[in-house]
């Protein structure tokens, strides 16, 4: 386990890419972070949630206490996530912004024929916001890709990978909403969660941690 940090309160870890925060139904789906993490640290809780094929940084409380005060924090919007993903295609950046940051908001729901795919939904998705900046252009197996930094505002289920695949630019490598060209053209799924700030739930000092994105 690649831990970021520690003390008597928080417990935080850089995630790889192929191994699911928390057990899935069946007995093959048992092996975690979570669980690998409680092995070791009893009292460790989980908070939130990274995809199986998502990479980055992971935070766990320690007992119950402190889950319930990192729960108001992420409720509240207290907490400051980034991503970095590689998408397929030239991302353009967003028009007269003041900050150079594009915004998609567009309502996403469970598409229930089809789960676990989630879809855009106009008449009873609930309201997504994504933030997102392109990076320069670049190339990837052969074909344009761009960098693009993101931060989910909300946090919905499979929101940036959705996001992404709406505005005409899928995540290279995500098998499940990226055509199969853009999937070959990596062997992960290119999204990390590289950056998480908050304020301890203990002492209220500012934490920052970082994580370089591994592609």
Same mark, same amino acid.
């Given at each position: ?61 320690? +007992? =119950?206490? @402190?889950? %319930? ?7 509240? #919007?207290?907490?400051?996530? $980034? ?58 197996? +052969? =074909?344009? @890709?761009? %960098? ?7 946090? #919905?289920?499979?929101?940036? $990978? ?54």
């Amino acid at each position: 386990m690649d831990i970021l940090y520690q003390d008597d309160v928080l417990l935080v870890f850089n995630k790889p890419s192929g191994l699911l925060s928390v057990p899935g139904r069946g007995p093959d789906k048992q092996d975690c972070l979570s669980a690998r993490v409680q092995a070791r640290w009893p009292d460790a809780l989980i908070v939130h949630r990274l995809d199986y094929d998502t990479s980055g940084i992971l935070l766990l409380a320690r +007992g =119950a206490d @402190a889950q %319930r005060a990192l729960n108001r924090a992420f409720e509240s #919007r207290q907490v400051h996530k $980034r991503y970095v993903a590689v998408v397929d295609g030239i991302l353009e950046a967003a028009p007269a912004t003041e900050d150079g940051w594009g915004l998609i908001d567009l309502p996403l729901n469970l598409d229930w024929p089809n789960r676990p795919l989630h879809i855009v939904d106009h008449q009873a998705g609930k309201r997504s916001l994504t933030r997102w900046r392109p990076h320069t252009p670049e190339e990837l197996g +052969g =074909a344009p @890709a761009t %960098r693009v930094d993101l931060e989910p505002i909300t946090g #919905r289920s499979h929101q940036l $990978r959705v996001h992404l695949q709406a505005i005409g630019h899928p995540i290279i490598g995500d098998t499940l909403y990226a055509s199969p060209a853009a999937q070959a053209r990596a062997t992960r799924l290119l999204l990390h969660a590289c950056e998480l700030t908050l304020a301890h739930p203990v002492s209220g000092e500012p934490l920052t941690f970082t994580s370089p994105a591994p592609f």
